[in-house]
């Protein structure tokens, strides 16, 4: 069966394509959605069912879709209703989610496997807030019901209009949404899908440039509180236009699948786009999150303007950011000292990072300066091999973990809201249990394959690290993650100590190599194997569902649409 596609114009239409085998009636694609035909439609339309939407799609396949990015849609739906709870209540509105009970903030404990003494307080609190609350006159707000009061929501880059026909049905508190494609055939079937769900009193069809949308709503009263921008590759064309049109406080939720770039396989490409050199590195997946959180705060600055990460997921082929947009000349002072240079051993991967300013402070004030470096020599002290040079990227936190465990207790509390609650669960589980403080991480199967030795366990490897003294967790963009505060010659020592009684062969080692410089120096510290209850997370322990296996063959963000022309010599042929 031949899949037929239809280009647009390249940076603007961005759903993925459907083989033509999935499209036939009641079929279910492996994600779960479900593609039926219903009486009324055109010849030859589908319709798809994701969440709580049903979405006309023409089989020619004029509009891309790609079921895979279901856990993209669940989790945004889910971060901006949280969005919206907090937003609101400043306005006077409640909003009132299907499904919801008594919402439980959930926050994972190392220490004794429960929730924390903080956690089993919030309830409480919130409780308490909402007594007080009931004094004030509250206005309700429920799902496909316009708020008055309540957001404005723009999704760029809306293709079908499936991302925006689900904040309709399931987001409470909005006001507006405008969904924009500069495809004419997009914002028709848009209007379509609107007219479809019932939706169109809050859901506006528009067939403009997503930038020049932007643009033209720079002025304080026209901002939007929520810009979704889910593009096909780089979103980079339209991130200046987003940090100006985004509300005091609003909510800007980005998505990157140009994933090759940011993760070192062009970094020409990715300075030219996001001006940050991207290297070849075990932690490309959470350096591609500091890269365009760096290219956001970056633009933002120039307009006096910051941002405050909330979320920030490597998950699939993309990478997904949640972050909120604020004004303040005296913070954007801070800028420099968010964001690092970074130096990566080509040898041992060894990294350090490098302040791009410093502040100190004086009194009621603060100064502002260049930091002092480098922190590294021309080569490494570990194995003797080159550095390269990469960055700028953001070194600051890249999740509000209070935001987090609040959309984390809304999904553990309403599992049946979303087909994806449990990955959703799982990998907002491991989020709450990372170390934020420090930025990247090592991969043992890495370390281990740079000396040439046995792997050890994952659970000792990281009670030797506990046992030295030092913080250690995992991290939710890579399996074998080890997140440290601990210097790379620690992680060494330990390797060496490992090495010992999983001894290499060092005859078979070149003079030169990394791993016989690393051996042939004698470790300083004694590094003790015995298994830690606190080494493995609560996630782990549960068994969540922390990463997602491939769901089908071939899976990914697909090709991009072919011509018209060659559509027609397919069909032909």
């Not at 929501?153 to 209009?161: F, H, K, Q, R, T």
């Amino acid at each position: 069966m031949i899949s037929i596609t239809k280009t647009f114009r390249p940076a603007t239409s961005i759903c993925m394509h459907l083989p033509m085998e999935d499209t036939n009636p009641s079929s279910s694609t492996e994600s779960g959605q479900t593609w039926s035909t219903e009486p009324g439609l055109l010849p030859g339309e589908t319709v798809v069912r994701e969440g709580k939407a049903a979405i006309l799609f023409p089989s020619a396949n004029e509009v891309f879709y790609n079921p895979v990015q279901e856990f993209n849609r669940d989790l945004t739906c889910a971060v901006i209703t949280e969005f919206a709870r907090e937003q609101l209540a400043q306005r006077g509105v409640r909003i009132l989610v299907p499904g919801e009970k008594d919402r439980v903030v959930v926050r994972l404990s190392e220490e004794n496997g429960t929730e924390d003494q903080e956690a089993s307080e919030q309830p409480e609190k919130e409780q308490q807030n909402e007594e007080e609350g009931d004094k004030k006159e509250y206005i309700t707000a429920s799902v496909g019901e316009r708020c008055e009061q309540g957001l404005r929501v723009l999704e760029g880059l809306a293709a079908s209009g499936l991302r925006s026909v689900r904040f309709a049905l399931e987001v409470p508190g909005l006001k507006s949404i405008t969904a924009n494609d500069y495809s004419a055939k997009a914002a028709a079937l848009i209007a379509r899908n609107a007219q479809h769900n019932n939706v169109s009193h809050i859901l506006q069809a528009s067939q403009r440039d997503a930038s020049m949308v932007m643009y033209e709503a720079r002025g304080k009263k026209e901002r939007y509180d929520v810009i979704d921008l889910d593009p096909y590759g780089s979103p980079s064309p339209f991130l200046d236009a987003a940090v100006q049109a985004v509300s005091e406080g609003g909510l800007l939720c980005i998505t990157c699948t140009d994933m090759a770039v940011m993760a070192g396989n062009s970094g020409e490409t990715c300075y030219s786009k996001y001006g940050s050199m991207s290297i070849k590195s075990r932690y490309c997946h959470e350096m591609a999150l500091r890269i365009i959180l760096h290219s956001l705060d970056q633009r933002a600055a120039v307009y006096q303007r910051y941002i405050e990460p909330l979320l920030s997921v490597s998950v699939d082929f993309y990478i997904r950011v949640f972050v909120r947009v604020k004004t303040g000349q005296a913070v954007v002072k801070n800028s420099a000292s968010k964001h690092a240079l970074l130096y990566n051993c080509v040898g041992c991967g060894a990294f350090h990072l490098q302040r791009m300013g410093k502040k100190m402070s004086q009194g009621k004030h603060m100064k502002y300066s260049a930091a002092t470096g480098p922190p590294v020599g021309p080569n490494c002290e570990h194995c003797r091999q080159r550095h390269q040079l990469g960055g700028p990227i953001w070194a600051e936190p890249i999740h509000d973990i209070k935001f987090v465990q609040k959309v984390l207790g809304a999904v553990s509390g309403n599992p049946t809201h979303f087909r994806t609650s449990k990955r959703i669960e799982g990998v907002l589980s491991m989020v709450t249990e990372e170390l934020q403080d420090v930025p990247l991480y090592y991969v043992l199967d890495h370390l281990s394959s740079t000396v040439h030795c046995n792997t050890p366990p994952l659970l000792q490897f990281r009670s030797a690290l506990l046992h030295a003294g030092y913080r250690v967790s995992l991290s939710h963009a890579c399996k074998n993650a080890v997140k440290t505060d601990a210097p790379a010659g620690v992680l060494w020592d330990i390797i060496r100590c490992w090495e010992k009684s999983n001894p290499v062969k060092r005859e078979r080692l070149s003079e030169t190599s990394p791993a016989q410089h690393i051996l042939s120096a004698a470790p300083t510290l004694q590094a003790c194997f015995e298994i830690r209850e606190d080494a493995n997370p609560q996630s782990r322990k549960r068994h969540l569902t922390r990463f997602q296996e491939n769901p089908q063959a071939n899976w990914g963000p697909k090709a991009r649409a072919k011509s018209g022309w060659v559509i027609l010599l397919m069909l032909f042929c």
